[in-house]
């Protein structure tokens, strides 16, 4: 069973960029679909970006690509979300999560659909 554990979260100032990491124990990443999502206070949670098995199919469900880039490295068994010009309404809890698929283009933005989380990382991005 796979671990997931985010990092790089913190407080920025609005229009600096960050990049979140996700690194994976007890299985290998290369294995699943991941997705990025966050969550605020009161909120459903929110899938800001996923990617596919293969990488090569990524959705950006809020219409955020550009700013938001999902990534994976599987080499390093290491999933990445990178945004750019961060507003004040990006401040969230960011999750990873990650789910076996049986195509392996395909990918998901419900968050019902994913079987692994990581326990979060904090973003507060201050104007």
């Known amino acids: 069973q796979v671990q997931l554990v985010e990092s790089g979260g913190g407080s920025v100032q609005a229009g600096t960029s960050l990049t979140l990491s996700c690194a994976a124990s007890?299985?290998?990443?290369?294995?699943?679909?991941l997705g990025w999502f966050r969550q605020v206070p009161g909120k459903k949670r929110e899938c800001v970006a996923a990617?596919?098995?293969?990488?090569?199919?990524?959705r950006y469900p809020n219409s955020e690509e550009g700013r938001f880039v999902i990534s994976r490295d599987d080499a390093k068994n290491t999933l990445y979300l990178r945004i750019r010009s961060l507003k004040p309404e990006d401040t969230a809890v960011y999750y990873c999560?990650?789910?076996?698929?049986?195509?392996?283009?395909?990918?998901?933005?419900?968050?019902?659909?994913?079987?692994?989380w990581g326990q979060g990382t904090q973003v507060t991005v201050s104007s």
């Open positions: 990617i596919s098995q293969t990488g090569t199919n990524t």
């Open positions: 999560a990650a789910t076996e698929l049986l195509v392996h283009w395909d990918l998901r933005i419900v968050d019902y659909d994913y079987d692994y």
């Open positions: 007890g299985g290998t990443l290369k294995n699943y679909a």
